[in-house]
């Protein structure tokens, strides 16, 4: 009989900060659970880069065509999602264009600094403390 073993790996996400004129960034409102504010995002397909994942949950999520300007950092704490243990790599994005909630997203919004709504939901109040220190 073959001891078969099953491993449990982190499953890849992505995050977007997207830049607007004027220094705003892009929220959206979940519509799925955990409800509340978060960046653009979400997982990785099968066969995508991170780049690609990124370019696709920004146009589906926000109706935006974006333009990655950099990847910022990779967040990876086990708890950054109650649901599963994920990793997730923030890139920054800059875009012109009126953006539309859509897909997972409820509403959308622009936000600054000084307005972020509540709830930020995951580890996205982290994430935006770290992007407004480093004021890229």
């Not at 504010?37 to 991170?50: K, N, Q, T």
Request: proline share 7%; glycine share 6%.
């Amino acid at each position: 009989m073959i001891n078969a073993h099953t491993y449990r790996n982190p499953i890849p996400t992505v995050d977007i900060i997207i830049q607007c004129p004027g220094s705003g960034i892009v929220l959206i409102k979940r519509k799925n659970e955990p409800h509340g504010w978060a960046l653009p995002g979400g997982f990785v397909d099968y066969g995508e880069s991170l780049e690609e994942a990124a370019v696709r949950e920004a146009r589906e999520e926000t109706g935006l065509k974006v333009v990655l300007i950099r990847q910022f950092h990779t967040y990876s704490d086990p708890a950054r999602d109650h649901r599963q243990h994920t990793i997730s790599t923030v890139f920054i994005a800059r875009s012109e264009g009126i953006p539309r909630a859509a897909d997972d997203a409820l509403d959308l919004g622009i936000f600054f600094e000084n307005t972020l709504p509540t709830p930020l939901v995951f580890d996205h109040p982290q994430i935006l403390r770290d992007y407004f220190e480093r004021r890229y």
